[in-house]
């Protein structure tokens, strides 16, 4: 996949991978993932994304003229854990040329007043990106250790909260890392000790006592990230392999979301 710190020829990422080639926010049909570029042209339209001091991109929706609203790209990226697609951030480097920087996560939006090209006043959208990795580093060791007393319906109401209006940036990072945790939480709980994928017994116990699953996210070509529950398994170490290495592994993904949706109904 990209590699962050490389640079790539726009034209090649579209060829290979599909979605708007003009466009900030490019949607390709066929793959799950969203591809966001910053530092064209925005500036000169009031746009100015980039890092603030608590490690959030500012990532300004399109739109050039009017307010801006949640149609198209936008809304791609309001609901892209729920939809399970990853987002992508590239800069440009110069015409034509993207640096990959980082596999994001959309932790919530704002708006702020501009003015568009034509010189009017606008609404325009701010999303709040940060990296996906600094939501989940530290869980993955520590998840399978806790001992959780949280019942299903407590962990999966974590699991699914979203970022209030009233908090701050900063406030719904820390919220984001929490709902990451309850969703690796909840899956496992979820699984109740027995691989999602073969039906079989977690093949050893932790140090803590815990049947040892790993959590896989169903619709990504990565795991790591906040989800939704729907959306991820518990499954052992060998499924987890056949799932992202197996010549089967489409069909063995699907066979699992299918497992995961029925359970889901029937919770
Ligand atoms: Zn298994
Ligand atoms: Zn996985």
């Not at 390709?28 to 603030?52: A, L, N, V």
């Not at 994001?104 to 704002?110: A, E, F, L, R």
């Given at each position: 996949m990209f590699k962050p710190g490389k640079v790539y020829?726009?034209?090649?990422?579209?060829?290979?991978?599909?979605?708007?080639?003009?466009?900030?926010?490019s949607t390709p049909r066929s793959f799950p993932f969203i591809m966001i570029f910053t530092g064209d042209s925005g500036e000169e339209y009031g746009y100015k994304d980039g890092w603030q001091d608590n490690g959030v991109f500012y990532y300004t929706g399109e739109g050039q003229e009017?307010?801006?609203?949640?149609?198209?790209?936008?809304?791609?990226?309001?609901?892209h854990v729920e939809n399970g697609k990853d987002?992508?951030?590239?800069?440009?480097?110069?015409?034509?040329?993207?640096?990959?920087?980082?596999n994001m996560t959309c932790i919530g939006y704002h708006n702020r007043r501009s003015t568009d090209r034509l010189g009017h006043m606008r609404e325009t959208i701010v999303f709040e990106l940060v990296r996906t990795e600094e939501l989940t580093e530290g869980v993955e060791e520590e998840i399978n250790g806790e001992i959780n007393n949280d019942s299903l319906?407590?962990?999966?109401?974590?699991?699914?909260?979203?970022?209030?209006?009233?908090?701050?940036?900063?406030?719904?990072?820390?919220?984001?890392?929490?709902?990451?945790?309850?969703?690796?939480?909840?899956?496992?709980?979820?699984a109740k000790g027995i691989c999602e994928a073969c039906d079989t017994e977690a093949p050893f116990y932790t140090k803590e006592g815990q049947p040892f699953l790993e959590v896989h996210h169903?619709?990504?070509?990565?795991?790591?990230?906040?989800?939704?529950?729907?959306?991820?398994?518990?499954?052992?170490?060998?499924?987890?392999?056949?799932?992202h290495h197996g010549r089967d592994f489409k069909e063995y993904n699907a066979m699992l979301v299918e497992v995961v949706r029925n359970k889901e109904m029937n919770l």
């Amino acid at each position: 996949m990209f590699k962050p710190g490389k640079v790539y020829r726009r034209r090649s990422i579209h060829e290979k991978y599909g979605g708007q080639n003009q466009s900030g926010i490019s949607t390709p049909r066929s793959f799950p993932f969203i591809m966001i570029f910053t530092g064209d042209s925005g500036e000169e339209y009031g746009y100015k994304d980039g890092w603030q001091d608590n490690g959030v991109f500012y990532y300004t929706g399109e739109g050039q003229e009017g307010d801006m609203n949640f149609n198209k790209g936008n809304k791609a990226i309001r609901d892209h854990v729920e939809n399970g697609k990853d987002i992508y951030l590239f800069e440009y480097v110069k015409t034509g040329h993207v640096e990959f920087i980082d596999n994001m996560t959309c932790i919530g939006y704002h708006n702020r007043r501009s003015t568009d090209r034509l010189g009017h006043m606008r609404e325009t959208i701010v999303f709040e990106l940060v990296r996906t990795e600094e939501l989940t580093e530290g869980v993955e060791e520590e998840i399978n250790g806790e001992i959780n007393n949280d019942s299903l319906s407590e962990l999966r109401k974590k699991a699914v909260d979203s970022a209030e209006e009233e908090v701050t940036v900063t406030e719904r990072v820390t919220k984001s890392v929490k709902r990451s945790k309850a969703i690796k939480l909840y899956a496992l709980k979820r699984a109740k000790g027995i691989c999602e994928a073969c039906d079989t017994e977690a093949p050893f116990y932790t140090k803590e006592g815990q049947p040892f699953l790993e959590v896989h996210h169903l619709r990504r070509l990565s795991d790591g990230g906040p989800d939704h529950p729907e959306s991820v398994g518990a499954i052992c170490p060998n499924c987890h392999r056949r799932c992202h290495h197996g010549r089967d592994f489409k069909e063995y993904n699907a066979m699992l979301v299918e497992v995961v949706r029925n359970k889901e109904m029937n919770l």
